[in-house]
C-alpha cells in the first residue's frame, strides 16, 4: 500500500481545489513550500499524513480553545450526532449556547445564529441599515470582517476614503458605500463622521485586530468610536468572531470596557464546528424577521451538534480561573519569545493569541504592519516547522494557545525559537 504524502496530497488537491486549498491561507503562499496534511488532532498538537508531530499554534484560526479533541467537545458532539441530524427546526441546544452566551455579553439583549463570521457581520451591517437608513459604513484598513462584497473594500489614496474594490468581482459599487480609515486613528474616523455622518450607517471594527497579526487598540480609540457613534446616531459593531471568548470571558469588550450596540462572534462559540452569531441591543435585532423587515434565514443555523459543542466549551471557559491561566502562558510565551528574537522581531499580545512581528516594535496599524520583513518571517516558519512547530504560515495572522499549551510547550517553544536566531 503507497504511504501518502503532504507534496502527494498537495499535488492532488491542485487538481481538484483552486490552489490546491479550500481557504486561501492553507496554501502556504505566503512563506512557501507544501502545506501539511492533518489526519489527528490530541491536545497541543497535530499529526500530518507522515507521521510528523507538530505544535499547533494555528489552533483552527483561534476555535479551538480547549485544544484538539477536547473530552467534553467530543462527548457532546457524540451525544448531539447520535440523537439525529439537523430537523430544521429548533431544538433546547440553541437556548443552551445562546444562555451562556449572553451571560458572558450583557450587551446581547437578543441574537440569531448563523452558520459562518461572514454571514454574522454582512447581517449586522443590514440590520444597522435598516435602523438607520443610512447606506455607508466605516471599516478599517486592515481589518478583515470576511468576504461579503462591500466588506472587500481596501483604502484608497487620502487617510480616510471611499472603499475601491479589493478582490476581482466585486463592482465599485458594492464598495462605494464602504469608508476606510486606518485602524487606531481615531481622528480619521472623526472627519469621515464630520464629512458624511448623516450617510453613516455604522462602524465596523475588531476592537483587537487580528486579520494584520495581533495590533492592539490605543487607550483612546475604542471609547473614540463609541462617542462618535453615540454622538451622530450611528451604531457601533464589535467583529469579536476571533477575539469573542478569546480574549477575555465576554470578549474584547468586556477587556476593555467598551459596550457596543451590535457583536458579532464565531470561531471559539462553535468548539471548532462551523457557527457564527451576532446579537446586541433588543431594539436593533427585533427588526429583524419575522419580527422586521429585515430578511436574513439559514438552513444550518443553531445546528444542534454545533450548538452542543459550542456549549461544551462555553461551561469550561467559565470555570473560575481559566483565562488567567491562558493569560500566564500566552504572556510567558510572548516574553520569552521576545528574549528569543531581540533585535530580530517584536511580540504583540493580548489574552491567549499573539503575533511576532519582523520589525522593531509591534504595528500600530495595517501601514505599519505592511512594512514587516516578510521574507524573515518565512524564514523563521520553516525553521520552527523544522523543529515541529506550526505556526499560521503568514506573517499576518495572529497565533493562538488553547488550554493544552501547558508550560512544557511553552518552554519548547522559546527553546526552538531561540535556536533559529
Same mark, same amino acid.
Given at each position: 500500500m503507497?504511504t501518502?504524502?503532504n507534496?502527494g496530497?498537495?499535488?492532488?488537491?491542485?487538481q481538484i481545489?483552486?490552489?490546491?486549498?479550500?481557504s486561501?491561507v492553507?496554501a502556504f503562499?505566503?512563506?512557501?513550500?507544501?502545506?501539511?496534511?492533518?489526519?489527528?488532532g490530541?491536545g497541543?498538537?497535530l499529526?500530518d499524513?507522515?507521521?510528523?508531530?507538530?505544535?499547533?499554534?494555528?489552533?483552527s484560526?483561534g476555535a479551538?480553545?480547549?485544544?484538539?479533541?477536547a473530552?467534553?467537545?467530543?462527548?457532546?458532539?457524540q451525544?448531539?450526532v447520535?440523537q439525529? +441530524?439537523?430537523?430544521?427546526v429548533? =431544538?433546547p441546544a440553541?437556548?443552551?449556547?445562546?444562555g451562556?452566551?449572553?451571560a458572558?455579553l450583557p =450587551?446581547?439583549?437578543?441574537?440569531r445564529f448563523?452558520?459562518s463570521g461572514?454571514?454574522a457581520?454582512?447581517? +449586522?451591517?443590514?440590520?444597522?441599515r435598516?435602523?438607520?437608513g443610512?447606506?455607508?459604513i466605516?471599516?478599517f484598513a486592515?481589518?478583515?470582517? /470576511?468576504?461579503?462584497?462591500?466588506?472587500l473594500?481596501? =483604502?484608497?489614496s487620502?487617510?480616510?476614503?471611499?472603499?475601491?474594490?479589493?478582490?476581482?468581482?466585486?463592482?465599485?459599487?458594492a464598495?462605494?458605500?464602504?469608508?476606510?480609515?486606518?485602524y487606531n486613528?481615531?481622528?480619521a474616523v472623526?472627519d469621515?463622521?464630520?464629512?458624511? /455622518?448623516d450617510?453613516i450607517a455604522?462602524?465596523?471594527?475588531e476592537p483587537? +485586530?487580528?486579520n494584520?497579526g495581533v495590533?492592539l487598540?490605543?487607550?483612546?480609540?475604542?471609547?473614540?468610536l463609541?462617542?462618535?457613534?453615540?454622538?451622530?446616531?450611528?451604531?457601533?459593531?464589535f467583529?469579536?468572531v476571533?477575539t469573542?471568548?478569546?480574549?477575555?470571558?465576554?470578549?474584547a469588550?468586556r477587556?476593555?470596557?467598551?459596550?457596543?450596540d451590535l457583536t458579532?462572534? /464565531?470561531?471559539?462559540i462553535?468548539?471548532?464546528l462551523?457557527?457564527?452569531?451576532y446579537?446586541?441591543?433588543?431594539?436593533?435585532m427585533?427588526?429583524?424577521?419575522?419580527?422586521?423587515?429585515?430578511y436574513q434565514?439559514?438552513?444550518?443555523?443553531?445546528?444542534?451538534v454545533?450548538?452542543?459543542a459550542?456549549?461544551?466549551?462555553?461551561?469550561?471557559l467559565?470555570?473560575?480561573?481559566?483565562?488567567?491561566?491562558l493569560?500566564?502562558r500566552?504572556?510567558?510565551?510572548?516574553?520569552?519569545?521576545r528574549?528569543?528574537?531581540d /533585535?530580530?522581531? =517584536?511580540?504583540?499580545?493580548?489574552g491567549?493569541m499573539l503575533?511576532?512581528?519582523?520589525?522593531?516594535?509591534p504595528?500600530?496599524?495595517?501601514a505599519?504592519?505592511?512594512q514587516?520583513?516578510?521574507r524573515?518571517y518565512?524564514?523563521?516558519?520553516?525553521a520552527?516547522?523544522?523543529?515541529?512547530i506550526?505556526l499560521?504560515?503568514?506573517?499576518?495572522?495572529?497565533w493562538?494557545?488553547?488550554?493544552?499549551?501547558?508550560?512544557?510547550?511553552?518552554a519548547?517553544?522559546?527553546?526552538a525559537a531561540e535556536?533559529?536566531a
Amino acid at each position: 500500500m503507497r504511504t501518502a504524502t503532504n507534496a502527494g496530497l498537495f499535488e492532488r488537491a491542485r487538481q481538484i481545489f483552486p490552489g490546491g486549498v479550500n481557504s486561501p491561507v492553507r496554501a502556504f503562499g505566503a512563506v512557501g513550500g507544501t502545506p501539511r496534511f492533518v489526519v489527528r488532532g490530541e491536545g497541543a498538537y497535530l499529526w500530518d499524513v507522515e507521521g510528523a508531530r507538530l505544535l499547533d499554534y494555528i489552533a483552527s484560526w483561534g476555535a479551538v480553545i480547549l485544544g484538539h479533541g477536547a473530552p467534553p467537545v467530543v462527548e457532546a458532539v457524540q451525544q448531539a450526532v447520535g440523537q439525529g +441530524a439537523a430537523a430544521g427546526v429548533p =431544538s433546547p441546544a440553541e437556548l443552551d449556547l445562546a444562555g451562556l452566551i449572553q451571560a458572558a455579553l450583557p =450587551s446581547v439583549e437578543r441574537l440569531r445564529f448563523v452558520s459562518s463570521g461572514t454571514e454574522a457581520v454582512m447581517s +449586522a451591517i443590514r440590520v444597522a441599515r435598516a435602523a438607520t437608513g443610512r447606506p455607508a459604513i466605516v471599516k478599517f484598513a486592515g481589518c478583515y470582517h /470576511g468576504h461579503a462584497d462591500p466588506l472587500l473594500a481596501r =483604502s484608497g489614496s487620502g487617510v480616510a476614503t471611499l472603499g475601491l474594490p479589493d478582490s476581482a468581482g466585486v463592482p465599485a459599487e458594492a464598495t462605494r458605500h464602504t469608508l476606510v480609515a486606518p485602524y487606531n486613528d481615531a481622528e480619521a474616523v472623526a472627519d469621515l463622521f464630520r464629512t458624511a /455622518g448623516d450617510h453613516i450607517a455604522a462602524v465596523v471594527v475588531e476592537p483587537v +485586530a487580528a486579520n494584520m497579526g495581533v495590533v492592539l487598540p490605543q487607550p483612546d480609540f475604542l471609547p473614540a468610536l463609541r462617542e462618535l457613534t453615540w454622538r451622530y446616531g450611528a451604531v457601533l459593531i464589535f467583529d469579536e468572531v476571533i477575539t469573542g471568548f478569546r480574549v477575555a470571558w465576554g470578549g474584547a469588550q468586556r477587556r476593555y470596557g467598551i459596550t457596543p450596540d451590535l457583536t458579532c462572534l /464565531g470561531k471559539v462559540i462553535g468548539g471548532g464546528l462551523p457557527v457564527g452569531a451576532y446579537g446586541g441591543r433588543r431594539d436593533l435585532m427585533e427588526q429583524v424577521a419575522p419580527l422586521g423587515p429585515v430578511y436574513q434565514a439559514g438552513t444550518l443555523a443553531g445546528h444542534p451538534v454545533v450548538m452542543a459543542a459550542g456549549a461544551a466549551v462555553l461551561r469550561r471557559l467559565a470555570d473560575p480561573g481559566v483565562y488567567d491561566v491562558l493569560e500566564a502562558r500566552a504572556s510567558r510565551l510572548a516574553a520569552g519569545l521576545r528574549r528569543a528574537l531581540d /533585535g530580530r522581531a =517584536s511580540v504583540a499580545q493580548a489574552g491567549a493569541m499573539l503575533t511576532v512581528f519582523f520589525r522593531p516594535a509591534p504595528p500600530l496599524d495595517d501601514a505599519q504592519a505592511r512594512q514587516c520583513d516578510t521574507r524573515a518571517y518565512a524564514a523563521f516558519f520553516h525553521a520552527m516547522l523544522a523543529r515541529g512547530i506550526l505556526l499560521p504560515p503568514s506573517q499576518f495572522e495572529a497565533w493562538f494557545l488553547t488550554l493544552a499549551h501547558a508550560d512544557e510547550e511553552v518552554a519548547a517553544t522559546v527553546a526552538a525559537a531561540e535556536e533559529t536566531a
